[in-house]
């Protein structure tokens, strides 16, 4: 397991680089000089000139990307530029807002899933695998920007039992880790559903029937366990798509995270601040695609020694 | 030959509702989708306005008729395109091997460890809103899973002993590829590209929604329901029907592309 955990940090490594790399290189694709699209056409040559040096613009490429990483080893993002606050500290304020969105979609999607996948599985052609499966592929083809809306529409604004926006006690976090989870539960379901109907085929699944096991017991506790390589596989790869989900998530219910903050600075075209969320959300899924993968392992002699 | 599921065609169905809608989208629309009318704005849906009218008294279905054009050109431009080049640089990458797959699948993982959304999200931002810049940031996001797929394919096709028949016989490579293993990826090609479609939908209206997508000027279905979000208690059909339209269109490339991936692979059925 060590020689195995060594190597995915080793090959974790220029992964990371890369994705550093490119969201430092997004401002090359601005069109035109940047330093104009941020300050407006009309700004002074002096603060135009300025702000070209601090953003290394008057220096050639290769030297700028080495000053980037330099200063990411001290967790240096540069300045923001509307409220001249270090990126750093802008952005860390808003992580245990995000944090706790993901976390609760993660939840949710989790308890939904996985539940809903198995009882699928184990009622073969019942009307529970029927809306399983209905579940799986509705639920995979709707919009959050357009459940997120339609829930504040019937439970926020029609029923009122729930808030319409922001970040507050436990029933402002409903609605919007709803409208994050919906997707990922809908995979789940299809994932578990899948996976759990090759494990209850198994001869240990007739075994511990037969030796009088409580079926419930046999399909959460036994069965599941072995059918949890392909939900975790699918967790990992999903969770990119969770992370960015927040940007619109958070957009629509005003939630003061990390989502919101990279949507204005685009809007306000605060480039160093978009380059840092982009920076900080690549990295989480990176770092959570390696802990997948080490957890599968840890889980797998096969993946380990293979 | 094992025979279509029903829900390939009931998503073929949704399709050809939508792309009806689309094509015909000036003879079904009763209204100039642009027209504004202030003295009836959040009008809700009338047997005039089937869908009401939105925050400046715009027919809502006229706009949801012109919205489906942009989604099915803007993705059928993406998907193509990505399976394009993800054809090319994938069958060159699993067919060369060596150094060249080598390159190309570390330059793969690169992109690969980027949320696709998120990727395209900043790509869009940076170029600004227009259509070009929302299919060339889409394009850059999408061809690496069409990559990946055929890179696959083409690594376990290519010792199939009719590949070395067909060297020994004389086939260069360029042959080899167009002739004995191309026509092989087809199916799964397909497939990925139904999912594509959906995917770049789906990508397409939120980019728009957070007004990162297609410019004002254009009616999209994103922009509709991020309009729409603002009137949610006036106007609540604002919000209802280009929704119900982006579920519909990628709810049946969804059924279509599971259909056709349990009619290709019966085992991934079960």
Known sequence: ?????????????????????????????????????????????????????????????????????????????????????????????????????????????????????????????????????????????????????????????????????????????????????????????????????????????????????????????????????????????????????T???????????????????????????????????????????????????????????? | MKRLKPKFYIGIILILITSFLAVFAPQIAQHDPTAMDLSKRHESPTSENWMGRDQNGADVFAQVAYGARVSLRVAFTVVLLSAAIGLIIGSLAGYVGGWADNLIMRFLDMFYAFPGFLLALSLVAVLGPSIGNLIFAMCITGWTGFARLVRGEVLHLKNREYVTGATAAGAGPMRILTRHIWPNLFGILVVQMTFGMSGTIITESGLSFLGLGAPPTVPTWGQLLNSGRRILVEAPHVSLFPGLAILILVLGFNLVGDGLRDWLNPRSAN
Request: proline letters at 5%.
């Open chain 1, 247 to 306: 940007v619109i998530v958070e957009t629509i219910f005003d939630w003061p995270g990390v989502g919101t903050l990279l949507f204005q600075a685009i809007q306000q075209r605060n480039y160093p601040l978009v380059q840092g969320c982009v920076l900080l959300i690549a990295t989480t899924y990176v770092v959570v695609n390696l802990i997948t993968d080490l957890a599968y392992a840890a889980a797998n002699p096969k993946v380990r020694l293979g």
């Open chain 1, 1 to 245: 397991m060590f020689t195995y955990t060594l190597r995915r940090l080793l090959s974790a490594l220029p992964v990371l680089l890369g994705v550093s790399a490119l969201s430092f290189s997004l401002l090359a694709f601005v069109p035109g000089d940047p330093v104009d699209i941020m300050l407006g056409d009309q700004a002074a040559t002096a603060d135009k000139d300025a702000l070209r040096r601090e953003l290394g613009l008057d220096r050639p490429f290769g030297e700028r990307l080495a000053g980037f990483y330099s200063g990411l080893s001290r967790l240096d993002l540069g300045r923001s530029l509307q409220s001249r606050r270090p990126v750093s500290e802008e952005i860390l304020e808003r992580v245990p807002a995000t944090i706790e969105l993901t976390l609760g979609a993660m939840f949710l999607a989790l308890s939904i899933g996985i539940p809903f996948g198995v009882l699928a599985a184990v009622r073969r052609h019942s009307w529970v695998e029927k809306a399983a499966l209905a579940y799986g592929l509705v639920g995979m083809s709707t919009p959050g920007f357009w459940l997120g809306p339609m829930l504040i529409l019937g439970f926020a604004i029609q029923l009122d039992w729930l808030p319409v926006s922001e970040r507050g006690g436990l029933e402002h976090l409903v609605l919007p880790s709803l409208t994050l989870a919906l997707g990922l539960s809908a995979i789940l379901t299809q994932v578990t559903r899948a996976s759990m109907i090759e494990v209850v085929r198994e001869d240990y699944v007739n075994v511990a029937r037969a030796k009088g096991l409580r079926p419930f017991k046999i399909w959460f506790k036994h069965a599941l366990a072995n059918a949890m390589m392909p939900i975790i596989t699918i967790i990992g790869l999903q969770f990119g798509a969770l992370l960015t989900g």
